[in-house]
């Protein structure tokens, strides 16, 4: 049962953001607090790699405890968030740790466009005669595990 309504109250793992101008470049995140925009996050930010996500297959990895939660990219860890803690300052929450002792479903998306791609940062917005001219506009998934 979801607990919290609204995007970001209920929460949300972003186990990895990456931008396809920025192929080695992925971050983490997550999301909480109060409804969206006046929601919080943190994060790893972005992080180089140094090898292009879209050449091979890689593992990306959450390992969630009641007290972290941690990212990894092909079994190295390279970033941890600690969730024993208020993770708002006040509503909604009621106690160290929610909204992420709670299940959570699963997404598995790409985004185009949007606030993500900041046009002062990463160029003109791809307009959608563009982005149907990509090679491989495609997102590849070999498996998704829980354990």
């Given at each position: 049962m979801?607990?919290w309504t609204?995007?970001?109250?209920?929460?949300?793992i972003d186990i990895?953001e990456v931008?396809?101008?920025q192929p080695t470049?992925?971050?983490s995140?997550?999301?909480?607090g109060?409804?969206?925009?006046?929601n919080?996050y943190?994060g790893s930010g972005p992080?180089?790699?140094?090898?292009?996500?879209?050449?091979?297959?890689?593992?990306?990895g959450?390992?969630?405890?009641?007290?972290?939660?941690?990212?990894l990219v092909d079994?190295?860890?390279?970033?941890?968030e600690?969730?024993d803690r208020?993770?708002?300052?006040g509503?909604?929450?009621t106690k160290?740790?929610q909204p992420?002792?709670?299940?959570?479903?699963?997404i598995?998306?790409v985004a185009?466009?949007g606030?993500?791609f900041?046009?002062?940062?990463?160029?003109?917005?791809?307009?959608?005669d563009?982005a149907r001219q990509?090679?491989k506009?495609t997102?590849?998934?070999?498996?998704?595990?829980k354990?």
């Amino acid at each position: 049962m979801i607990e919290w309504t609204g995007r970001a109250a209920s929460g949300e793992i972003d186990i990895s953001e990456v931008r396809g101008e920025q192929p080695t470049i992925s971050q983490s995140t997550l999301h909480y607090g109060a409804q969206w925009p006046q929601n919080q996050y943190s994060g790893s930010g972005p992080v180089d790699f140094g090898f292009d996500f879209s050449q091979d297959y890689h593992v990306f990895g959450a390992e969630w405890t009641n007290a972290s939660i941690k990212f990894l990219v092909d079994d190295k860890e390279f970033h941890t968030e600690n969730i024993d803690r208020n993770m708002s300052s006040g509503a909604p929450y009621t106690k160290n740790g929610q909204p992420f002792d709670q299940p959570f479903f699963w997404i598995l998306n790409v985004a185009v466009g949007g606030q993500f791609f900041p046009s002062n940062e990463y160029g003109p917005a791809v307009t959608p005669d563009e982005a149907r001219q990509w090679p491989k506009p495609t997102m590849e998934i070999d498996y998704v595990r829980k354990m």
